[in-house]
């Protein structure tokens, strides 16, 4: 093989390997997560024994104050509303496990359930009155001495006693029970001596049978109702909130209100 001949090859054989490389495929770029879909719905946690907030009707339809204002809130908010009762002694839980959306049922704002979960502005002032038979003779926070009181669990009722601890500890006995009504009717049995209750449920009930019950003019203080989130739910909070404030200026909530309680109660 001559140089010329030499050269030749070896040229040919170069362009040959050229041809035969194949260059490895760039690396596609990921596509972008889909946006996460918008919230058509919100379930409401409630106890559907608490008049007149939250309750059934005689056709076991789940009706009340807070009940109209959710529907209405939701109704602004372009949201379906879907109420659920719960066991109200677990509801911290029951919305942290994503059970439920919000607590809307007279919900207390304190400052130990804030460290857990979020809360609208106040809609509502409320006390925990102190609710006794008619006859009992008790006519005072004092009286309770010795005395056998009841509150339903998991309430802000059995927190604001316990913030009175003379008080609380002058009590034969301290009863908690699963909802009001029930701890009315052992009022009515004398099984109870006296119950605390949330204001706007004591008067309702009392109401109804105003030779049965008395309210005292004492009281275990004054709290506020607002509507309980998760935290991290940032986004419904806010819309929430905006919600709440147009109906109280556009007098919506204070016809509901007085739809249920003869007045404007809101805050």
């Not at 362009?15 to 889909?34: D, F, N, R, V, Y």
């Not at 209405?72 to 066991?87: G, S």
């Not at 059995?158 to 500890?169: L, P, Y």
């Amino acid at each position: 093989m001559n140089k010329r001949t030499l050269v030749a090859t070896l040229a040919l054989s170069a362009l040959l390997a050229a041809c035969g490389k194949t260059e490895a495929p760039k690396p596609t770029a990921e596509a972008p997560a889909p946006a996460p879909a918008a919230a058509t719905k919100v379930v409401v946690g409630l106890d559907d024994n608490f008049p007149p907030m939250g309750f059934r009707d005689d056709k076991n339809e789940i009706v009340g104050f807070d009940i109209d204002m959710a529907r209405e809130a939701a109704k602004r908010l372009n949201l379906q509303v879907e109420f659920k009762p719960i066991d109200w002694s677990a509801k911290e839980a029951e919305l942290s496990g994503k059970r439920v959306d919000v607590l809307w049922n007279g919900l207390t704002i304190t400052p130990e359930r804030k460290e857990k979960i979020a809360f609208t502005a106040p809609y509502m002032e409320n006390h925990q009155i102190i609710v006794v038979a008619a006859k009992s003779g008790i006519k005072a926070k004092a009286d309770l001495a010795g005395k056998v009181v009841g509150a339903q669990d998991g309430s802000s009722a059995v927190d604001a006693v316990k913030k009175e601890e003379a008080v609380a500890k002058s009590f034969k006995e301290f009863k908690t029970f699963g909802d009001n009504i029930t701890a009315l009717m052992d009022l009515s049995t004398g099984r109870l001596d006296a119950v605390v209750l949330d204001e706007v449920v004591g008067r309702y009930q009392v109401a109804k049978k105003p030779d049965e019950y008395t309210v005292l003019d004492d009281n275990f203080g004054t709290e506020e109702y607002g509507v309980g989130l998760r935290k991290e739910d940032t986004e419904l909070h806010a819309k929430l909130d905006g919600a709440l404030t147009e109906m109280k200026k556009d007098g919506t909530a204070g016809t509901i209100a007085t739809k249920w309680f003869g007045k404007d109660v809101t805050k």
